[in-house]
């Protein structure tokens, strides 16, 4: 019997309608949101749990049970012939791939049939963002393609994964200068976790950065916008309530950076209309920076910014971790 693992629902109902026979568990946890610092498997999942219930993204309970069984069932990977880990090229499947490897790893997964179908690509498709955009007969040619899991692979996982949940980004800075060939689009996804650390320029993250700046330009239908963030994107992973949870961060007092009019909540904001206040243009231009205004909050893996003031920035304009 086989078990499949691949990154959601969508994902789990392609492959189901594709053939894919045995199990098929999901990884759902949006790894780039929240906290996600150094744990024990146990520990980690009742953390994320708990993140994703704040956020009003599932009941606490429903969250906790989903996430026991999905690691019982990797845990169990010896029950199965063969794993097959179904994944695409963008931050949030990237991060999702390093800590399944990792907990295979731990587990003894090293010296079993541990396969990988890993694509940024797929013929037929002008643009391709993710498994989402398959068809059910493309399921049974890409599984075809799977390859086993290599120990370098292993080895690539395994650093990204200690580097993504230490206290500093500066672990990730050193896991970019070695050899990731092995998993060939972690590099990239790492590369733009950093992308949101606040910028030199105005104290904002890559994602809170263009959306201020698209509002600036005019843009005020948040699913346009929503369109013109996955468009700026080599990779898009930000989902609908990702990208809603940082529009109505950056409408909090004191100093709101946009104003939101119209009917919205964390759920659904379709129906609002964006703008920005003075403050907001005066931080596109990159007059004022976001952090010393306002303060900051703000998890990255393990993370953790908080104040006026923090120790690490990302310049925008070198591509580079910056030291402040």
């Not at 900051?296 to 310049?315: A, S, T, Y």
């Amino acid at each position: 019997m086989l078990l499949h693992v691949t990154n959601g629902d969508a994902a789990r109902a392609l492959l189901k309608a594709g053939g894919c026979k045995g199990k098929i568990a999901t990884w759902r946890d949006v790894l780039h949101e929240g906290p996600v610092p150094q744990l024990p498997l146990e520990e980690l999942s009742l953390m994320r749990a708990a993140f994703l219930a704040s956020r009003g993204w599932g009941t606490l309970a429903d969250l906790r049970a989903a996430f026991a069984a999905r690691d019982q069932t990797l845990r169990n990977h010896r029950a199965y012939d063969e794993v097959v880990l179904w994944f695409e090229h963008d931050l949030y499947d990237q991060l999702q791939l390093a800590q399944i490897l990792s907990i295979l790893a731990a587990t003894g997964g090293t010296d079993r049939c541990i396969s990988l179908i890993c694509i940024d690509r797929h013929p037929g498709v002008a643009r391709f963002r993710g498994l989402g955009d398959l068809k059910p007969r493309h399921v049974a040619p890409l599984f075809k393609t799977r390859r086993a899991v290599s120990a370098e692979a292993y080895t690539v996982a395994l650093g990204a994964w200690e580097c993504f949940t230490s206290d500093t980004p500066c672990a990730v800075e050193a896991f970019l200068a070695t050899d990731s060939a092995a998993l060939p689009f972690m590099r990239a996804a790492l590369i733009r976790h950093l992308q949101e650390l606040p910028s030199t320029f105005n104290g904002l993250g890559r994602t809170a950065r263009h959306a201020l700046g698209a509002i600036a330009s005019g843009i005020t239908d948040p699913v346009a916008l929503l369109k013109a963030h996955w468009d700026q994107e080599a990779a898009p992973f930000l989902g609908d309530w990702s990208l809603w949870h940082r529009l109505q961060e950056l409408a909090r007092a004191p100093d709101p950076l946009i104003t939101i009019a119209g009917p919205f909540d964390r759920y659904d904001m379709r129906r609002a209309t964006l703008g920005t206040t003075k403050v907001g243009q005066s931080v596109v231009s990159g007059h004022v920076d976001a952090v010393r205004l306002r303060g900051i909050n703000q998890w990255l893996g393990g993370v953790h910014l908080q104040g006026r003031e923090v120790p690490w920035r990302w310049d925008s304009r070198k591509e580079r971790l910056a030291h402040s």
